[in-house]
């Protein structure tokens, strides 16, 4: 038998359990007045300032301390690619595009736009990558990509100099649908200027003729149907963020 076992009265029971419940009682009240403070504080971009400045702060801590380029999201062999490549989210896929007009724009400074075709993109050495898709709304599934790195397609049409600023950002040639994306992350070596699903063309309704592809970010910042590429210090506009999303969106 153990030697530091007490015995304790009934009546030192019920004090002990009336203190708990107590304190249990306080400890929710504590919670909610919390939760009410932060939904009274002011709004910033579609959520209470409070909660974007712990975004903000995972950011800064994900993208200078924990990002690195060795860091690859897992690969799948091509036996567990699903059959149906799911299709989600059409902002920015309006109706009037005509792919025989589209360019890809890149904006080295204002006035100075590079105009480039498909098969300017499909010179530069091809990467097929078959990952883990994820959605932030919760679903996930084993797709298949291919298109040109976009650190190859930097060093290809000597966009280095731009490529030391922050942020790049990306728009839907009707300007619907945007992202903004850290330049470390865009730079990492699975991301792709993507025009291939399955080894065939992308289709439509999947970002045909360009999109990005992007592992270490959640799909909402995987743009179909790149119109525009640009870079800069400042974060650039960002479809989600403004709607309360996180603007790093890292995996
Ligand atoms: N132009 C455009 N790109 C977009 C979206 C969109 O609404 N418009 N939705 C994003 C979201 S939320 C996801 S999950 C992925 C889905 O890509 P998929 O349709 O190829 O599955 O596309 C992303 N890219
Ligand atoms: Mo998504």
Not at 81 to 93: A, F, I, K, L, Q
Request: proline fraction near 6%; hydrophobic fraction near 35%; include cysteine.
């Amino acid at each position: 038998m153990s030697t530091d076992e007490k015995i304790v009265s009934q009546k030192e029971i019920n004090r002990r359990t009336i203190l708990s419940f107590i304190f249990f009682f306080i400890m929710i009240a504590v919670a909610i007045a919390g939760w009410k403070w932060i939904d009274r504080q002011p709004q910033d971009n579609g959520i209470p300032k409070p909660l974007r400045t712990v975004l903000n702060t995972n950011e800064k801590i994900f993208s200078d301390y924990v990002f690195s380029d060795s860091n690859l999201a897992k690969a799948f062999p091509s036996s567990e690619v699903v059959p149906h490549t799911r299709v989600n989210g059409g902002e920015g896929m309006s109706d009037g595009f005509d792919p025989s007009k589209w360019k890809l724009q890149v904006v080295r400074k204002t006035g100075d736009t590079l105009f480039l075709s498909l098969d300017d993109i499909k010179k530069l050495p091809k990467t097929d990558i078959i990952f883990d898709f994820k959605c932030i709304e919760g679903w996930s599934q084993v797709t298949h990509w291919g298109g040109v790195k976009f650190s190859d397609f930097v060093k290809y049409y000597k966009l280095d100099t731009l490529s030391q600023m922050k942020y790049v950002g990306l728009n839907t040639p009707d300007k619907q649908y945007y992202v903004g994306i850290d330049t470390k992350s865009i730079m990492h070596p699975q991301t792709i200027l993507c025009y291939e699903m399955n080894g065939q063309p992308l289709p439509m309704n999947q970002g045909y003729p360009l999109r990005l592809i992007i592992p270490v970010k959640y799909g909402i910042k995987h743009l179909k149907r790149i119109g525009t590429i640009f870079f800069s210090n400042q974060r650039p506009p960002d479809y989600w963020y403004e709607r309360g999303y996180d603007y790093y969106s890292g995996l």
